[in-house]
């Protein structure tokens, strides 16, 4: 299972394109069943944003067994997230490591 944290700052239009992405990342590599996300507004959780050192809303953040992964700012296409979070043994169907 993977696990993402989005972190946005409000309700406005960045916030909804920004989940929609994630919603469309999800479905890419294969549903709820492999990809668990949160979303964290740093307007009512600053100290989780403090945690992820987070500055900049959106914060897409994927902490995996070796390393912390970010993406900053407008979220990419699906295909596009999937090599920068180095997700992309769930496209062949390998099993995801653990977050």
Known sequence: MVRLRLYVSGQDADTRRAIAAVEALRAEIGGAQT?????????????????????????LVHAGPD????????????????????????LSGEPAAPA
């Open 35 to 59: 990809l668990d996300f949160e979303v964290l507004d740093v307007l009512l959780d600053p100290a989780g944003a403090e945690r992820d050192r987070v500055t900049i809303t959106p914060t």
């Open 67 to 90: 390393a912390v992964s970010k993406v900053v700012g407008e979220l990419p296409d699906p295909q596009a997230l999937v090599r920068h979070l180095g997700l992309d043994p769930l």
